[in-house]
C-alpha cells in the first residue's frame, strides 16, 4: 500500500526536481530561472490543501486518487513538451503538482482509516520509500527520454509511467464517500481546523513543519547544479535517481526503529540538526563528481527521514476513524512543505551571492538555527506542562 500509495506522487515530484531542471539547463537556461520555476511548481504544496474538503465528499477517495493522478499524468506528459515555452510549462507543471498533491492528501486520509494503529510508523515508512523510489525512478528515466526521444513521444510514456502505481489502488479496501453536502463538509473542515489550532500539541506539531527545521529544500535544486560540480547530465541524473532511491528508502526505513529511543517530535529535530551539520560540511569539499554524488544521496537521505517521521506525527494526530481524514493530512502535510518552497526561493538568493557555499551556508544555518529554537520551545512547553504535576504531587503528599 505504501510503496504505490506514494509512487505517483514521487514520480511527478521527481519531474519537477530531478528532470525539468536538468532539461532546463541543458537549454542553458539561468539557474536562477530555474530555480524560480521550480519553486513556482512546488507551491501548491502550501496552499492546495484549502480545497481538500472536496476529498471527503461526493466520490471515494479511492476515485479521487485515480482521477486527480490521471490528471497529472496528463499534465507531466504536456509540460515535456513545453520545455521550450517557459510560461505554459510553469502553468501545467503547477497544474500538475495541484493534482498530485490532491491525490496524495487523498491517499493519506484514506489508508490512515484503513491501516491499523501499531502500523502506522509502517505504513508512514514505506509511504515515504514510494515517493523516493518514485522520484529516483523518474531522475534516471525522466532525462534519458527527454533527451533521446520526441518531446511527444517522452511525454507519453512519462505520463504511463505516472500511471503505472495506481493499478493497485481497487484492490485496496476504501470507505465509501460522505453523502453530506460539499458546503457541510467545508464547514467541518474549517471547524476541524479551528478545533486542532486549539490542542497544544498540534500546534507545537504545526510550529515544527513550519519552521525550516527538517526541509532540506536543497534536494530539489540540486539537480541543476551539476555543471558547478563538472557533473554530467546522464550521471547528474543517473545519482540523482539512484541516490533518490536507494538513500530515500534507507533514511525511510530507519524511521521506526529510531522512534522506539526518541519522541517523534524530538527525532524531526534530531534529523534537522544533524542534516544541517552535514550541508555544512559538504562546503569544505572540492566541486567534483564525487562530492556531487555525496551531496545529492546525503540530503535525500536526510530529507526523507525528515518527511516520514512528519507523516507520523500526522498520522499521530489525525487518530481513527477520523470523518475529516484527509483534509487532517492536508492541513499537516501542507505545513511541512511550506519551507521546502520558500527555502528554495532562499536557497536561490544564496547560490546567486555565493554560489554552491552560498546556498548550501544559507540553507544549513538556518535549518539548525530553527531547531535550536524549537528545541527550547519543545523544552519550555514540557516543563510548563509538568509544573502542575509537581504542584498537585506536593499538595497530595502534604496532604
Known amino acids: 500500500m505504501g510503496m504505490c500509495g506514494g509512487a505517483s506522487y514521487g514520480l511527478v515530484s521527481g519531474f519537477i526536481i530531478y528532470t525539468m531542471p536538468q532539461a532546463l539547463a541543458a537549454q542553458h537556461v539561468p539557474e536562477t530561472r530555474i530555480t524560480y520555476i521550480t519553486a513556482v511548481a512546488d507551491s501548491p504544496m502550501v496552499f492546495i490543501f484549502l480545497l481538500s474538503p472536496i476529498l471527503d465528499v461526493w466520490l471515494s477517495r479511492r476515485s479521487y486518487a ?9 499534465l507531466v506528459g504536456i509540460s515535456v513538451t513545453s520545455l521550450r515555452h517557459l510560461p505554459l510549462l510553469t502553468l501545467a507543471s503547477v497544474t500538475g503538482a495541484s493534482a498530485i498533491n490532491l491525490a496524495y492528501f487523498a491517499v493519506g486520509g484514506w489508508f490512515s482509516t484503513v491501516s491499523p494503529k501499531e502500523a502506522e510508523n509502517q505504513l508512514s515508512a514505506w509511504l515515504t520509500v514510494g515517493i523516493f523510489a518514485g522520484a529516483g525512478a523518474m531522475a534516471v528515466f525522466g532525462g534519458e527520454l527527454v533527451r533521446h526521444f520526441s518531446p511527444t513521444l517522452a511525454g507519453i510514456l512519462l ?23 460539499a458546503a ?58 539512484v541516490g533518490a532511491a536507494v538513500a530515500g528508502s534507507c533514511g525511510s526505513l530507519l524511521l521506526p526503529t529510531l522512534a522506539k529511543r526518541l519522541s517523534l517530535r524530538y527525532l524531526y529535530l534530531a534529523i534537522g540538526a544533524c542534516g544541517g551539520v552535514f550541508t555544512l560540511s559538504l562546503i569544505l569539499l572540492p566541486r567534483t563528481p564525487a562530492v556531487f554524488a555525496l551531496a545529492a544521496t546525503g540530503e535525500v537521505l536526510a530529507q526523507a527521514l525528515a518527511t516520514t517521521c512528519c507523516t507520523a506525527i500526522c498520522f499521530e494526530v489525525i487518530g481513527q476513524d477520523n470523518p475529516l481524514a ?74
Not at 66 to 74: C, H, I, K
Not at 189 to 203: H, I, N, S, T, W
Not at 213 to 225: K, P
Open 66 to 74: 485515480s482521477v486527480l493522478t490521471t490528471v497529472a499524468a496528463f
Open 159 to 181: 505520463a504511463s509511467l505516472v500511471l503505472i502505481p495506481i493499478s493497485i489502488l481497487p484492490w485496496i479496501p476504501s470507505p465509501g464517500p460522505d453523502r453530506r453536502l
Open 184 to 241: 457541510e463538509s467545508f464547514r467541518a473542515f474549517f471547524a476541524d481546523v479551528f478545533a486542532l489550532l486549539r490542542r497544544r500539541q498540534v500546534l507545537i506539531a504545526l510550529a515544527l513543519f513550519l519552521a525550516p527545521c527538517g526541509s532540506f529544500a536543497l534536494t530539489n535544486m540540486i539537480a541543476g547544479l551539476g555543471n558547478d560540480f563538472r557533473a554530467s547530465p546522464r550521471m547528474v541524473g543517473t545519482l540523482c535517481g
Open 326 to 399: 484527509a483534509t487532517n493530512f492536508a492541513v499537516l502535510s501542507s505545513a511541512y512543505c511550506v519551507p521546502i518552497t520558500y527555502m528554495l526561493v532562499v536557497d536561490g538568493w544564496g547560490y546567486g551571492l555565493h554560489g554552491v557555499a552560498g546556498a548550501f551556508a544559507v540553507d544549513a544555518v538556518l535549518g539548525i538555527g530553527a531547531c535550536v529554537v524549537m528545541a527550547s520551545v519543545l523544552s519550555l512547553c514540557r516543563t510548563n506542562l509538568a509544573e502542575p504535576g509537581r504542584k498537585m504531587q506536593s499538595v497530595v503528599i502534604g496532604n
